[in-house]
């Protein structure tokens, strides 16, 4: 993996195509899912992918990180976030050693808990992709309409919630475990 995937200067990995030789270099979200798995051999491999995550521009959506940067209308490109790619990162970025990982990785927590919690709030739903733009919108694109209240955004959100819950907040007060967890609840129930 490390051979063909990583690329010590860019400090990520990045798809190989087979027939043409060479990685393809765009930014996407996947591009740091070793992270995640802990599939590294390098301390310095996990710092080097959070420089490459701070340098890439992902960052700067105030609703989670895009799947990639590239507005293609698809439903796997910018601007949607997908549960299952946040909790890679966010889950990533807290074991790497530095502290500014592990404050990034609860950054990124708290935008996350706060888009699910706009969307309750506004919609009365949870969704399985967020525009990463707007204050809790679903995203969008591909060949379906969005879905509600989809099992893997439910599952992160109570996975931020148990790891960050004491010290996340919606915007206006505190989001413990005791405030948000109920309303998680009630949104698998009734829909």
Not at 100 to 119: E, S, V
Not at 157 to 176: M, P, V
Request: charged letters at 20%; proline letters at 5%; glycine letters at 10%.
């Amino acid at each position: 993996m490390e051979s063909l995937l990583w690329d010590a200067e860019r400090g990520a990995w990045f798809d190989y195509n087979l027939l043409t030789h060479s990685r393809h270099f765009e930014f996407y979200l996947s591009n740091l899912a070793p992270v995640w798995a802990e599939c590294y051999s390098q301390p310095e491999m996990g710092e080097k992918a959070l420089r490459y995550l701070k340098e890439s521009g992902s960052l700067r959506f105030p609703n989670g990180v895009p799947t990639s940067l590239m507005e293609s209308g698809q439903q796997w490109d910018f601007p949607n976030a997908w549960p299952p790619s946040q909790h890679m990162l966010i889950h990533g970025l807290s074991k790497l050693p530095s502290e500014d990982a592990k404050r990034l990785a609860f950054d990124l927590a708290q935008r996350w808990i706060r888009t699910n919690w706009l969307a309750y709030r506004k919609y009365e739903a949870m969704f399985e992709k967020y525009d990463v733009n707007g204050d809790g919108r679903p995203g969008g694109g591909g060949e379906y309409e969005v879905q509600l209240g989809f099992g893997w955004t439910n599952g992160v959100a109570l996975q931020l919630l148990d790891q960050y819950g004491a010290s996340l907040t919606s915007g206006s007060r505190r989001a413990s475990r005791g405030f948000l967890f109920p309303l998680l609840i009630s949104a698998l129930l009734l829909r």
